[in-house]
């Protein structure tokens, strides 16, 4: 009976050697790994191996998460949901991250005082340690492999307290090895690109690339991601497309149409991160909607502003006609109306100089504005030429100090119109703009005179995309 339990208690003793072994090494296992490239361009591929399809790049200096090896390969997470294999020779384990504390620290070929120099790192510089040999620790970065001094190096730990999401908002941004304009260019970012910012100096942020780099970019084209979930965004324009990215470049995940609303989740730079009923979230361009809040108007750029809205011609003037019969008093009465409507809903006081088919004199329409101490006056008008090609619609303002800015905030609304072409903004010596001192503008909203034009602009979708840019060029000017 002792021999038994002698037997049993040595047993358990050397399971628990065996596990005690194991262990380590399966933890080990299971700690996270980087891996560096150290060659200057390397495929990456599919699978493991050289047939499998190609399907980016990477660069000396660029970390990315060790996922698994194979057979002379390694895969590694390229993006939040890619991932790829490199062939293993041209990569290497990341011991630690460091940060240069000196400006031009001289990196030698070997670890020694008298081993050739390489090259420099510059001060605030975070590299990636391969080896060390004594003192000597061996980094690389996108330039230049080699030995530096660990006298002159300190550990570099994220600030993850301080960490914080960020998107580009320039279309290509260098990303620097310091916070300055000299320092060597590390790499890029473009539009719509997230980031983690870990640190601040002054005008410049730290951040953390996709790829695993850490460099200096300027903070003015970084946007913070702030959360405004409060709120919602009502679509002005059909047929408007919601992106997986806050990018143009970004998939399209659905479409929105006119007058549709959507609660917002946050803002980043230009877009609106928003909830899709069933589909999760999106982002849709901040200059194809207005934003409001629970409980209140969305318009209150808008609200107790007073627009008149005059419908050019009327009556015995019939205005411009196209070849087929279209005239420019029925589809300026038409966009007037349409304006009417749409700028009430978003708490504006809008009066109409004409609401019918009738004859409106050039100054009565003037006196119109005094007498209601209008904030803007909009004449609509439709164009015509003798040259049948004419195409696009055109902003006119008189007075550089009354109207400029006025015209100005439509230019980018108008600009945005897909349907036609937009001419641009020009000084115009009409009546209804020179003889009133109120800011004012005349549009024309295209030619009667080209045919494929004139089928276009009357039409239902033309009139409510170019009243919709009237609406946004407004509350642009009284935000």
């Known amino acids: 009976m002792c021999l038994r339990w002698m037997r049993l208690l040595l047993f358990l003793f050397c399971l628990s050697m065996v596990v005690g072994m194991v262990l380590p090494v399966l933890a080990a296992k299971n700690e996270r790994q980087t891996v560096v490239v150290t060659a200057k361009e390397v495929n990456v591929r599919q699978g493991p191996g050289m047939s499998y399809r190609l399907l980016a790049k990477v660069h000396q200096g660029e970390t990315y998460q060790l996922i698994e090896e194979r057979a002379g390969w390694v895969k590694v997470q390229m993006k939040r949901n890619q991932t790829g294999w490199v062939a293993k020779t041209y990569t290497k384990l990341v011991l630690e991250q460091a940060v240069s504390q000196e400006d031009r620290l001289r990196v030698r070929l070997s670890p020694s005082r008298d081993g050739r120099i390489v090259g420099h790192l510059s001060k605030g510089e975070v590299v990636s340690v391969l080896e060390t040999n004594g003192d000597w620790r061996k980094v690389v970065t996108s330039s230049l492999i080699g030995w530096v001094s660990s006298s002159y190096l300190s550990s570099y730990h994220r600030k993850e307290a301080t960490a914080k999401t960020g998107w580009v908002t320039a279309d290509s941004l260098n990303v620097r090895a310091r916070p300055s304009l000299t320092a060597e260019r590390v790499g890029k970012v473009t539009y719509g690109e997230q980031v983690t ?154 009066v109409l100089t004409r609401s019918s088919d009738r004859y409106v004199s050039l100054s009565e329409r003037v006196q119109t504005a005094y007498h209601y101490r209008a904030d803007a006056f909009i004449s609509i008008h439709y164009d015509s030429a003798k040259d049948q090609h004419a195409k696009g619609a055109t902003v006119y303002y008189y007075d550089m100090f009354s109207d400029y800015l006025l015209a100005l905030s439509l230019e980018r609304p108008f600009s945005r119109m897909m349907t036609i072409p937009f001419r641009g903004v020009s000084f115009g010596n009409y009546y209804v703009l020179r003889e009133n001192e109120l800011p004012s503008v005349l549009v024309e909203l295209g030619y009667l005179s080209n045919p494929a034009e004139a089928s276009i602009v009357a039409a239902e979708h033309y009139q409510q995309e170019a009243a919709n840019a009237i609406v946004n060029g407004l509350r642009n000017y009284f935000e």
């Not at 903070?219 to 919601?242: D, G, Q, R």
């Not at 207005?290 to 205005?319: C, F, M, N, P, R």
């Open 197 to 350: 910012i870990t640190d601040k100096q002054e005008n410049w942020y730290q951040i953390l690339m996709n790829n695993g780099k850490v460099g200096w970019v300027s903070s003015e084209y970084i946007s913070t991601a702030s959360k405004t979930a409060s709120s919602f965004v009502t679509v002005l324009y059909p047929n408007v497309n919601i992106r997986a990215l806050p990018s143009l470049g970004s998939p399209i995940q659905a479409m929105a149409q006119y007058g549709e609303r959507y609660r917002v989740l946050g803002k980043i730079g230009n877009w609106y991160e928003i909830e899709i009923p069933k589909q999760g979230i999106g982002y849709i361009a901040g200059w194809l909607v207005s934003v409001g809040v629970d409980g209140q108007s969305e318009a209150s750029t808008l609200k107790g502003k007073t627009v008149v809205i005059d419908a050019g011609h009327g009556g015995k003037d019939s205005g411009t006609i196209s070849n087929t019969g279209i005239m420019e008093k029925t589809l300026t009465l038409r966009t007037a109306r349409l304006l009417k409507e749409k700028l009430q809903t978003q708490g504006a006081n809008v």
